[in-house]
């Protein structure tokens, strides 16, 4: 008889545990307190318009692929890829500047803003290529369970080409004089980990993602990428509990025996948790079933929560790219707000995706949805309707001047999204959006460990763990984890 395995939460990190768990011949459960799969990257339907309400930038395609393939299947099986040209626009102060996605159309713009740096972006990007090739190919997929597990030949002898031990502001200071092209290469490191002078060099790996990789976006929305894992997951054997919150883990002589719901109870063998690792340490086990103290966990460095507005205008605007970077206000003054002082901005950096420019599908005829995201300090207090609309209006008025027409008076539908929903609908600690912020300290077996040290059976999947945030290591850590589980359980 197969083996069980109950799987809370059925996000990327869940649903890819799931599948890799069901290939290898157990029986699969997985638990949602929604009524529809995908956590933090539901769908949102109203008014006409079709929302993703979490991640919105389709980078790593290989990642993607990768998945699909070891199921012996292929993403075009199930969605259609779209690459972007221009990746995207930045707003500046003195105006917008678009990101080509050709290459040496890109080195052409950064030899008008710095004589010599297209040079330097070669440089640059080269380097880049190794981290991104001996980072996802080999660090990703270590579960951080022992140092020995990188006494890896190649990961020795290029530790040094891997910058783990210098800054990001640093290497980036070498290759850049002008404030935008650093800011350019920075921003991925901002918006989804910590201040560039508190993260590892090795994360140009992401700026390797973006400029070679591409930017692209799944026809139908980053939904479909949802859509694809459940569907395989289904195929597989996996079966699906919807609107089950888990309330409780039964633990006998250190192991889990029962996932309890507030309807029901489910026997396992193993348990993988795929929601928020905080809350299922300090909600769903009694203090001595738990690895980490409160202590700990406030110890952490958190990567941003963000405000998010939802807004569907009932006309086109002129000129809006399908993503939208509005670097018009001081880059160090908000990082600074969002990691150091942990305070509201005082005038926010933002990001705004319109997929309704891609896809005629997600929108009324003549109209636009808005995704406005404005990334924050965790753990702020102070999240009330009224904070939140003095924050729409700064970020609607900026987005007025730089697109030439009114965008007020057109709203039809609008929905904001912040800390009290992270915590309300994900369980989320001190309602981050992107998990640990990715410092030397909290990367590999600094991370809060894929597997209980007080449960044996009970292991532990997504942001808050290995590899870390973001939907492609989100994919790769549901496959560590499950490979771990294998391991021990057969």
């Known amino acids: 008889m197969a083996k069980k395995a109950i799987i809370i939460g059925s996000g990327f990190a869940g649903m890819s545990a799931a599948t890799f768990m069901a290939k290898a011949g157990w029986k699969v459960t997985v638990l949602e307190k929604h009524t529809i799969p995908g956590g ?3 769908q949102l ?9 979490g991640p919105s930038w389709y980078w790593m395609p290989d990642v993607f692929e990768r998945y699909f393939n070891q199921f012996g299947k292929s993403v075009a099986d199930y969605y259609t890829l779209e690459r972007l040209d221009p990746s995207y626009r930045v707003y500046w102060k003195d105006g917008p500047m678009d990101i080509p996605a050709d290459y040496n159309a890109l080195k052409n713009l950064f030899d008008t803003i710095e004589p010599g740096s297209a040079d330097q972006l070669d440089k640059f990007l080269s380097e880049a290529a190794y981290k991104y090739d001996v980072g996802i190919n080999k660090l990703v997929h270590k579960p951080g369970q022992s140092i020995t597990e990188f006494l890896d ?3 020795i002898k290029g530790l040094l080409k891997l910058d783990v031990f210098n800054s990001m502001k640093s290497h980036v200071a070498k290759h850049f004089k002008n404030t935008k092209l650093r800011e350019l290469m920075e921003f991925p490191i901002l ?3 910590a201040l560039p002078e508190k993260t590892p060099a090795l994360y140009s790996l992401m700026n390797h993602a973006d400029i070679k990789g591409g930017t692209w976006y799944p026809k139908g929305g980053m939904y479909k990428i949802v859509e694809a894992m459940y569907q395989l997951a289904v195929e597989l054997g996996v079966e699906f509990k919807f609107s089950q919150n888990v309330t409780d883990i039964a633990v006998y002589k250190n192991y889990a025996k029962k996932v309890v719901t507030e309807t029901d109870g489910f026997e396992a063998d193993i348990v993988i948790g795929g ?3 905080h809350h299922i340490e300090s909600k769903l086990l009694l203090a001595e ?3 980490y103290s409160a202590t700990y966990w406030e110890q952490r460095i958190m990567a941003p929560s963000c405000l998010i507005f939802y807004v569907g205008v009932n006309k086109k605007i002129p000129n809006i790219l399908h993503h939208s970077l509005f670097f018009d206000s001081s880059f160090d003054v908000h990082g600074n707000e969002i990691y150091t002082t942990k305070q509201w901005p005082s005038d926010p950096l933002f990001y705004v995706s319109a997929t309704s420019v891609t896809d005629s599908t997600v929108a009324p005829y003549g109209c636009e949805n808005l995704f406005i995201l404005i990334p924050v300090a965790a753990g702020l207090e102070n999240d009330d309707e009224a904070i939140r609309e003095k924050y729409f209006n700064v970020v609607v008025k900026r ?3 730089h697109f030439g027409c009114s965008i007020k008076d057109s709203i039809v539908y609008k ?3 912040a800390h009290r929903e992270f915590i309300n609908e994900y369980n989320s600690f001190k309602g981050n959006a992107y998990g640990l912020a990715n410092t030397l300290m909290q990367t590999a077996i600094l991370k809060p460990s894929c597997r209980s040290a007080k449960v044996n059976n009970l292991f532990y999947t997504g942001q808050l763990t290995v590899p870390g945030p973001g939907v492609p290591p989100s994919l790769i850590s549901g496959e560590v984890v499950a490979k771990e589980v294998i391991k021990h359980f057969g």
């Open 40 to 42: 933090r990257a539901r």
């Open 45 to 53: 339907k109203e008014a006409g318009f079709i929302f993703d309400m």
């Open 153 to 155: 030949w190649d990961l």
């Open 191 to 193: 918006f989804l980990g």
């Open 275 to 277: 929601a928020d690792y």
């Open 289 to 291: 079933n738990r690895s």
């Open 399 to 401: 987005m007025e001047k």
């Open 415 to 417: 929905k904001n999204f």
